[in-house]
């Protein structure tokens, strides 16, 4: 009977302590300078390109997608030196409720509303890169995105906050294509979407830390 409570017990800690993914944490810093891309223009792919998100809290978490309304990243000699990427906010959509239409429906809603992104006033949200380097790892040092082969930096703004941020990204380029890869954990309350990130609401609560993908196809 010991051991039955046990790991009742057990259970309930583990779900209660649901986590974002493991994956590299985006570091956040105050917007930086924009500088002007040269070379090529490979344009983003907005059928092809597609950003997932997941979101957790105590009791489970969502999935879901959001697509590109466009964009474009800049190649110079097989170096990238600049991108902008545009995401349609109202593509936000919900993969893990599919069999329950009301539940999808409702959780969609939610974060459409003014609580979470409020996508009929910011109906587009925006990265500008800033800055890449080549990855090199140092001694010790781990990213979790498999074949990293740079940081990338760069604006993102999200309704009417604008932070920089900073991660690990996988990235291949010929003359014709260009795909980018990233895997990445972002703290949402830093762009002022704080609705339930209290941790006193205890089973209400909502994970402030949101796993961000997003897998990136353009070509020129």
Not at 103 to 119: Q, T
């Amino acid at each position: 009977m010991k051991s039955i409570v046990y790991l009742l017990l057990l259970s309930g800690i583990l779900v209660a302590c649901e986590q974002a993914p493991k994956a590299d944490k985006a570091a956040a810093s105050n917007p930086q300078e924009v500088k002007a891309a040269t070379g090529n223009a490979y344009l983003a792919d907005t059928a092809a390109s597609l950003i997932s998100w997941i979101g957790t809290k105590p009791t489970g978490k969502h999935h879901g997608t959001l697509r590109l309304a466009g964009g474009a990243i800049y190649v110079k000699d097989s170096l990238v030196t600049g991108g902008r990427l545009v995401i349609n906010m109202h593509s936000l959509q919900n993969i893990d409720l599919a069999a329950d239409s009301a539940m999808k429906n409702k959780l969609e809603r939610e974060l459409k509303g003014s609580s979470f992104f409020d996508v009929e006033q910011y109906p587009t949200a925006v990265f500008e890169m800033t800055g890449i380097n080549t990855y090199y790892p140092a001694v010790g040092e781990e990213v979790t995105l498999k074949d990293a082969t740079h940081v990338m930096s760069g604006n993102l703004t999200l309704k009417t906050i604008t932070k920089n941020i900073s991660f690990p990204v996988r990235i291949s380029v010929d003359e014709h294509h260009l795909t980018a890869v990233a895997n990445f954990n972002i703290d949402r309350t830093l762009w002022g979407i704080n609705y339930r990130a209290d941790k006193s609401l205890q089973d209400k609560l909502i994970n402030s830390q949101v796993n961000i993908g997003f897998n990136i196809s353009a070509s020129r």
